[in-house]
């Protein structure tokens, strides 16, 4: 089969880079794609693109109507192209067909979500106290943004960064993930084809040390926006201080998936599936600590067990795969690993725990017992697979408590059918999302992000376009009187 080629889109052009590499069919484990690598040279010609097209050129006149028009015509290009760039994310990072379908055609929404966003961004008059002066503010927009993006969902987890930021008027230098960068370095081509000035969006991809490194500690980057791991957020906080940039960090999870006695059972279950199988567990927001009352436990997980094995396991590209791939051997690995070391400290396996003999990188959906360890790593560790850790609780502070027995505080999950107990739990949780009686559910009009390990600021609503703002104050001296005197403060 021929190899299909992809390329770099800097300052409105598109080329092969000094060098490339080959991405890997999670599906088979075979090269099907040669990627253009970044390299120092080329980083450094991207950001400086965008700062110029920031600073100079056509985009800083545009009014922020006009730069709506323009994003409403990139989602437009996303929505007739969306079963090609669905099929593109399938084939280079192994989540199923039937999910990046229906997530590329959502993605559409939120640049329109944001399209609408550009000229709302309003100031405020401020009721100042002197007589002879008028304040007033205004946002505007931070300058360069490096957005960091990873393997899983590319495209939606780039909207939450490219929407807002273009809506706010900032420039982008986007790094796709040397893993399954096929689908963003293919949205180029919509912003070209949507008329964004030259260098405005800046899309590369490429390796740690020698791209993402050189990118995020630049000298003209004002904000980094960066979606990934804790270990290399670190590194990504010590690089901004070279440039001082602001920050805004979206990273992993181990959420809380509560459930109480009285809750629906059979939706229950349903939940917890979407919440840790779908997408082989490959989302930062996978229910993937799993509490049950303990009067329900042993109900509950055997009809677990039972409809977990019978997910259909297959090709990504066949529309009745319930569940594909991970995405890389590296992390069919690691998960083996940790499931390993997570029995060998006292928890029980339930359910699958192991890799299919099979080509390509799949691991069977496992479900681990560990009421009898609170040290075993998949309690403690984001594992970003298809294992579920299993715990009982008595009561609502046992249950808060073992909740919020964690360094991540991104999503939750809480089934029950007592209004007010949702009320309470849902006050108490320490998690930036809680699902109530549902799980996975998003849109562009709801903010997005966590607290402690999972990271900090928002991703979604209008939270996020403010992100990539700065509020200038303005002020007017209304008195014809002269200056009065220099050393007094005024």
């Given amino acids: 089969m021929k190899m299909q080629l992809f390329q770099h889109y800097i300052?409105?052009?598109?080329?092969?880079?000094?060098?490339?590499?080959?991405?890997?069919?999670?599906?088979?484990?075979?090269?099907?794609?040669?990627?253009?690598?970044?390299?120092?040279?080329e980083v450094n010609r991207a950001v400086t693109a965008a700062h110029r097209a920031f600073n100079q050129g056509q985009w800083p006149k545009l009014t922020a109507t006009q730069r709506g028009k323009l994003l409403y015509k990139l989602a437009d290009w996303i929505e007739e192209n969306a079963p090609y760039l669905a099929e593109l994310e399938t084939r280079d990072t192994g989540k199923i067909i039937r999910?990046?379908?229906?997530?590329?055609?959502?993605?559409?929404d939120y640049y329109r979500y944001y399209a609408g966003c550009a000229d709302k961004l309003e100031g405020a008059v401020l009721p100042i106290d002197k007589t002879d002066m008028q304040v007033w503010t205004k946002p505007q927009a931070v300058g360069v943004v490096a957005a960091i993006i990873p393997w899983n969902s590319q495209l939606f987890l780039s909207a939450v960064k490219i929407g807002p930021a273009l809506a706010a008027g900032c420039t982008l230098v986007i790094k796709a993930s040397e893993d399954g960068p096929a689908p963003l370095?293919?949205?180029?081509?919509?912003?070209?084809?949507?008329?964004?000035?030259s260098g405005v969006v800046n899309i590369i991809t490429g390796f740690g040390k020698t791209c993402g490194s050189v990118l995020t500690s630049h000298p003209d980057i004002d904000h980094i926006a960066f979606t990934g791991g804790p270990i290399t957020a670190q590194q990504v906080i010590k690089n901004s201080a070279n440039n001082l940039a602001s920050l805004s960090l979206e990273l992993g999870g181990k959420s809380p998936f509560i459930i109480f006695a009285d809750a629906d059972l059979d939706s229950a279950i349903n939940a917890q599936i979407a919440a840790i199988f779908a997408a082989s567990g490959?989302?930062?927001?996978?229910?993937?600590?799993?509490?049950?009352?303990?009067?329900?436990?042993?109900?509950?997980?055997n009809r677990l067990k039972q409809k977990a094995e019978t997910i259909k396991i297959g090709s990504p590209l066949d529309k009745s795969t319930e569940m594909g791939p991970l995405c890389t051997l590296r992390q069919r690995q690691y998960i083996e690993q940790m499931?390993?070391?997570?029995?060998?400290?006292?928890a029980r396996l339930i359910s699958g725990g192991f890799s299919l003999d099979k080509e390509g990188f799949y691991y069977a959906p496992s479900i681990i017992d560990c009421d009898n360890t609170e040290q075993a790593p998949c309690l403690t560790h984001e594992l970003f697979g298809p294992v579920l850790s299993v715990?009982?609780?008595?009561?609502?502070?046992?249950?808060?408590?073992?909740?919020?027995?964690?360094?991540?505080?991104?999503?939750?999950?809480?089934?029950?059918?007592?209004?007010?107990?949702?009320?309470?739990?849902s006050a108490q949780i320490r998690s930036g999302i809680v699902w109530l009686n549902t799980y996975r559910a998003v849109s562009p009009i709801a903010p997005f992000g966590g607290f402690a390990l999972s990271?900090?600021?928002?991703?979604?609503?209008?939270?996020?376009?403010?992100?990539?703002?700065?509020?200038k104050t303005v002020w007017l001296n209304t008195s014809d009187a002269p200056f009065p005197d220099p050393f007094i403060m005024r």
Wanted: with cysteine; net charge negative; aromatic share 8%.
């Fill in 11 to 41: 300052d409105g052009e598109f080329s092969n880079g000094a060098t490339q590499f080959e991405s890997l069919d999670p599906a088979t484990g075979k090269a099907w794609a040669i990627i253009p690598e970044a390299r120092e040279e």
């Fill in 99 to 108: 999910e990046t379908a229906s997530q590329i055609a959502y993605v559409a």
């Fill in 185 to 197: 370095l293919e949205l180029a081509k919509g912003f070209h084809a949507a008329g964004f000035p």
């Fill in 282 to 301: 490959q989302s930062c927001v996978a229910g993937s600590r799993l509490l049950l009352q303990s009067s329900i436990k042993e109900e509950f997980i």
């Fill in 339 to 346: 499931v390993s070391a997570s029995i060998n400290a006292g």
């Fill in 391 to 425: 715990q009982s609780f008595t009561d609502e502070a046992d249950a808060l408590g073992k909740a919020n027995n964690s360094r991540y505080g991104l999503a939750c999950g809480l089934f029950t059918q007592n209004l007010a107990r949702a009320h309470r739990i």
């Fill in 455 to 471: 990271g900090h600021g928002r991703e979604g609503g209008m939270a996020a376009v403010m992100d990539y703002t700065r509020s």
